[in-house]
């Protein structure tokens, strides 16, 4: 197989037209840069070749057909294709609401953008050659339970299609899109109170599917942080947000050699824009400022043996912490923490993971 061709992610766009936003104080999102921010991107990726580029969920701020149909126009005047699933923002209730968009309506917006290959008009996976020997394998990631509650699984419909699809596709290289996550991206992912509802809950069984038929790339988002993960030769590629510290995306460039397929990742940043000149700073500040109450919950979620006064100690120096791994290829050091602690927080360190290859910059052979 001879390839060579190049392909940009951006993750998590939480796109808001101004009149949408709510005035709160307790958003983690800066979503009133999420338009310029995304203008930034698109402006640097229309100088650099790019055969598609792949949006693993949560385009929206929160489902709003006002921003769904912004983007669908903004994605539909690219000189190359954009292509989309839904994150759980995009279609945050099961009917629809006078808010937002029924799960049925994401792809009358998208069309363009991947849903014409759809097998069903309102199906919400769908699969796409992308070039010849490349194809992508889109998943919808989101699901209601009978209360209308929210969560990330994959139905039976889909894992069934799968196992139908993926036989036909072991010749090529296939990309599965879906937004959440895989891998764990951090420790204890899947099992911590905080972190799990990022995690696929049928995780196992999709990544069986995949390792039988030779599926080795998936690219996921909703986590905001910035991590390549490894499991055996499965890959999880997890992209931050555009609306969250520290502005990422991702160009990866993909060629096949005497190795095999080498894909040659490179991550960049929005470091600015109009009236956000120090977005960098002010980001990272702002999950600082919000810092304290998500890392009470996080301790309180491990067993550390600490009274209230030293977890409120440790969850005050952990102010940058959540920052820090957002950014990617994170390194921690706690000598005056308690033994427990310190273990516990260390194991966040990027290289502490024994797969470690890098989280922003990475050479990854398939």
């Known amino acids: 197989m001879s390839l060579h061709f190049r392909f940009a992610i951006a993750s998590d766009l939480h796109v808001a037209l101004p009149e949408t936003i709510p005035e709160s104080t307790q958003r983690f999102h800066l979503v009133e840069v999420s338009i310029p921010v995304l203008d930034k991107v698109l402006e640097h990726l229309s100088t650099v070749d790019l055969d598609f580029l792949l949006v693993p969920g949560d385009l929206t701020q929160d489902g709003e057909p006002e921003n769904h149909t912004w983007l669908q126009q903004r994605l539909e005047q690219l000189p190359y294709t954009v292509y989309v699933i839904p994150g759980n923002h995009d279609i945050p209730s099961a009917s629809g609401s006078d808010r937002a968009i029924a799960p049925r309506d994401f792809p009358n917006y998208y069309r363009r953008c991947g849903y014409d290959r759809a097998g069903t008009p309102d199906a919400l996976y769908y699969t796409c050659e992308l070039l010849p020997g490349v194809q992508l394998v ?115 460039d993909v060629c096949h050699d005497d190795r095999g397929m080498v894909l040659e990742v490179d991550s960049h940043r929005v470091a600015a824009v109009p009236g956000w000149e120090d977005l960098q700073e002010r980001s990272r500040e702002c999950l600082g400022d919000r810092s304290f109450p998500f890392m009470q919950r996080l301790l309180a979620g491990v067993s550390l043996d600490l009274d209230a006064d030293a977890t409120d100690a440790i969850a005050r120096h952990l102010r940058y912490f959540w920052a820090d791994i957002a950014a990617g290829d994170a390194r921690f050091e706690f000598p005056d923490f308690p033994p427990a602690a310190r273990r516990y927080f260390e194991r966040f360190s990027a290289d502490a993971c024994p797969a470690y290859v890098g989280d922003n910059r990475a050479t990854l052979v398939l």
Not at 168 to 176: F, H, T, Y
Not at 182 to 211: F, T, W
Not at 216 to 229: E, M
């Open 138 to 252: 889109a998943l919808n990631s989101n699901l209601f339970d009978a209360d209308g509650k929210q969560y990330g699984r994959l139905d039976r419909e889909q894992l069934n299609w799968l196992r139908q699809l993926l036989p036909a596709l072991r010749d090529r290289l296939a990309i599965v899109a879906i937004h959440h996550n895989v891998i764990e991206h951090v420790p204890g992912q899947g099992q911590h109170p905080l972190s799990r509802r990022y995690m696929l809950e049928n995780a196992d069984e999709l990544k069986q599917i995949l390792r039988e038929n030779g599926v080795k790339l998936v690219c996921t988002g909703h986590l905001h942080v910035q991590d390549i993960a490894l499991e055996g030769e499965l890959c999880d590629i997890v992209t931050g947000s555009l609306v969250s510290y520290p502005h990422p995306y991702r160009i990866i």
